[in-house]
């Protein structure tokens, strides 16, 4: 399993996390600008971002005396990785449960 799979994952399952995790889709932003279109405090914004930037999906830079994050594109791409690989083997499982049912003789109605 690769690090960024089951730990993103489990980051985003956070209602918040997942809500800053969009909106860094759309564009990097600050934390006073994440905390101005959010219902929490900056505090509370560092904090899911600290989380999310220890899990490998989000990362920061330096602008003046701000830090703006962004979404961290390898981190996004093992995430996507690993939900590929589930998908595939639903896939694959839900294939060979189909041929199993089709070549099994079909029983006869009473």
């Given at each position: 399993?690769g690090?960024?799979?089951?730990?993103g994952?489990?980051?985003?399952?956070?209602?918040?996390?997942?809500?800053?995790?969009?909106?860094?889709?759309?564009?990097?932003c600050?934390?006073?600008?994440?905390?101005?279109?959010?219902?929490?405090?900056?505090p509370a914004v560092?904090?899911?971002?600290?989380?999310?930037?220890?899990?490998?999906?989000?990362?920061?830079?330096?602008?003046?005396?701000?830090?703006v994050?962004?979404?961290?594109?390898?981190?996004?791409?093992?995430?996507?990785?690993?939900?590929d690989?589930v998908?595939?083997?639903?896939?694959?499982?839900?294939?060979?449960?189909?041929?199993?049912?089709s070549a099994?003789?079909e029983?006869?109605?009473?």
């Amino acid at each position: 399993m690769g690090a960024y799979g089951e730990t993103g994952l489990g980051l985003l399952g956070d209602p918040t996390r997942r809500a800053i995790f969009e909106l860094l889709a759309r564009q990097p932003c600050s934390v006073g600008e994440l905390a101005g279109l959010l219902p929490i405090s900056r505090p509370a914004v560092s904090q899911h971002l600290r989380a999310l930037k220890d899990g490998g999906l989000v990362v920061s830079r330096a602008e003046g005396t701000r830090r703006v994050y962004q979404l961290n594109p390898e981190g996004v791409t093992a995430l996507r990785a690993y939900l590929d690989r589930v998908w595939e083997d639903a896939l694959t499982a839900f294939q060979k449960a189909a041929e199993a049912a089709s070549a099994e003789p079909e029983q006869e109605k009473p």
